[in-house]
């Protein structure tokens, strides 16, 4: 089977864009714009976010895409000693290539436990660092960066979220949430986060849109005013500006509209949910229980051939000499028949 006829379980952004989107594109097509975000409809849109986060201060901003919003968010609230604290596993530490290291703030890695950062763990790591004699001949951890679904696919509680937020409050330094695959988390039925609670606990967060239903584009988002000075600068330093901005806003003005966002990620999780059932009916064992879209599967090797030859899929690690980690993505795009089609190969693949 062709790569173009495999069925598409390797990623979240494998389609191009919701057809609600696809519709108002179309309609404003030869409509003049002003650029840089500056048009009616990116206002609009920013209207709609701050209402969704009841923040009605909040500066909102859109930037092309994930890699270059976490590297912009983090080199424009940090100094030049400083570097940001992340989960081994997040990432900005294994899948952006150095991006953050590239602008001159290290990653400071803790370990991991699902995916999570442990709040106590952020806490005893800020303190030591703050009790080190020898603290000023090394980085100073100035921000503590979370992904909400985290890499594996897992949410952090409202609990755990609300300590982070203290501790960071404490050291005085500012919470970073990556929300690349917020949808899927806000459609999740055991997610507990929502995005008032996002922005009352966090000092930057960003509204994934690439692979939550946008061609591409994410959403900034400051709860406090002023807090990142100079930010529209900033991202065009970073590359992070589109001239075409408004391409951005109205794609966010349409997932804000009638409450699209929150429930785009719905099919997602039931695509997922039924895939996961089925794995461990066949027999498969999951690499990590997870509750929304992604799908951390361990494959002996000699399956993966086959399963190749129908089923686009992710590589994620080696498990030992005969087993692979890989994942199963579903999306807001990804349809009953082809999860049934997916399932039809597991069970064969399995025999």
Known sequence: MSSSHLLPFASDYMEGAHPAILKRLAETNRTPMPG???????????????????????DVYFLVGGTQTNATVIDALLAS????????????????????????????????HSGKLRPEEVNAYLTAFEADGNRDHMVMPGMVYISHPTEYGTLYTAAELRRLHEICQAHKIPL?????????????????????????????????????????????????????PHF??????????????????????????????????????????????????????????????????????????????????????????????IRLATSWATTPEETQQLLAVLAETAR
């Open 176 to 228: 970073f949430l990556d929300g690349a695959r917020l949808a899927y988390a806000l459609a999740c039925p055991e997610n507990e986060v929502s995005l008032p609670l996002i922005a009352a606990c966090c000092d930057a967060f960003y509204i994934g849109g690439t692979k939550c239903g946008t061609l591409f584009g994410e959403a900034v988002v400051f709860p406090q005013k002023d807090r990142a």
């Open 81 to 112: 000693y400083q570097g940001v604290v992340a989960a081994d596993t997040g990432h900005i530490s294994l899948h952006e290539a150095g991006a953050i290291e590239f602008g001159g703030h290290k990653v400071l890695t803790l370990p991991h």
């Open 232 to 325: 529209f600068t900033i991202m065009k330093q970073h590359g992070a500006l589109l001239a075409k901005g408004w391409l951005l806003g109205l794609q966010f003005d349409t997932l804000f509209t009638d409450g699209l966002y929150e429930h785009l990620g719905r099919p997602a999780i039931q695509a997922a949910d039924t895939i996961r059932n089925a794995l461990q009916q066949y027999g498969y064992h999951l690499f990590f229980k997870t509750p929304t879209n992604q799908i951390f599967v361990i494959m002996p090797n000699e399956q993966l051939d086959r399963l190749a030859k129908e089923v686009s899929y992710s590589f994620w690690e080696a498990y030992d000499a005969e087993h692979t980690v």
């Open 36 to 58: 840089y975000g500056t048009d009616a409809i990116s206002e609009a849109a920013r209207a709609k976010i701050r209402a969704a986060c009841q923040c009605p201060d909040a």
